[in-house]
């Protein structure tokens, strides 16, 4: 099966600045979404794109999809120091018949 | 409160001992699935369930099984397990398969012997 895979692996930035991070994937897809995980805890949904659209806001995060790039970001605006975690994304091939494959996730650390 | 919930927590056994981690969700939600995620492997996925009686394959389903009986739960069964299978394991639950938000559990952190 395809799997996202996030780039960078390590993002080390100071409060206030915005992070990106950056998920490829190899095939079609009918959604992206991105989790957070903080230090060995379950998986928080994030936001959730599907293939028809090209951005989603929710709050301080900004997702974009490219299909025809098979790429997607993740932007963290105004990051706070509770923002350190790990952050992956996870695509889905079709309605649900099937699995969701998670990339290796990047880990980003808010410096106060 | 909609949660996903996980038993043990944390459990450690020995090589060949059967054990079996519970999930269960409250949230009448049809699909469910089992993951592990291991350093630098990332999360991957072992069963998933579309519906009561209903169960398949993920990417790694060698050594494990499942089943799904009732709609709220989906446990996992090692029956006998090996030191390969020590990891962190998270059950995850959504509305309706992988077009939907996931809600995943605690985790249960495994170690065999």
């Known amino acids: 099966s395809q799997q996202g895979e996030e780039d960078p692996q390590a993002l080390s930035i100071q409060e206030g600045e915005n992070a990106t991070m950056n998920c490829s994937y190899k095939t079609s897809i009918n959604n992206l979404q991105w989790y957070r995980q903080n230090s060995g805890r379950g998986l928080v949904h994030l936001i959730l794109?599907?293939?028809?659209?090209r951005e989603k806001h929710s709050g301080r995060l900004r997702v974009t999809l490219d299909t025809s790039k098979k790429s997607s970001s993740l932007l963290i605006t105004a990051s706070r120091a509770a923002d350190t975690a790990s952050y992956f994304c996870a695509t889905g091939e079709g309605g649900g018949a099937d699995g969701l494959t998670f990339g290796k996730g990047t880990h980003l650390i808010i410096q106060p | 409160e909609a949660q996903v919930t996980q038993n043990p927590r944390y459990l450690i056994t020995v090589t060949g001992k059967k054990l079996t981690v519970t999930c269960s969700q409250n949230?009448?939600?049809?699909?469910m699935s089992w993951y592990r995620q291991d350093p630098g492997l990332g999360l991957r996925q072992i069963y998933y369930s579309m519906n009561v009686e209903v169960t398949d394959k993920g990417d790694v389903p060698e050594g494990y099984k499942v089943s799904r009986k009732e709609k709220r739960n989906f446990p996992l069964i090692l029956e006998s397990p090996s030191p390969n299978q020590t990891s962190l394991y998270f059950c995850?639950?959504?509305?309706?398969?992988?077009?939907?938000?996931?809600?995943f559990g605690p985790g249960t952190r495994l170690t065999v012997l």
């Open positions: 995850a639950s959504s509305l309706g398969g992988t077009a939907h938000e996931q809600f």
């Open positions: 949230m009448n939600h049809e699909y």
């Open positions: 794109i599907r293939s028809n659209e």
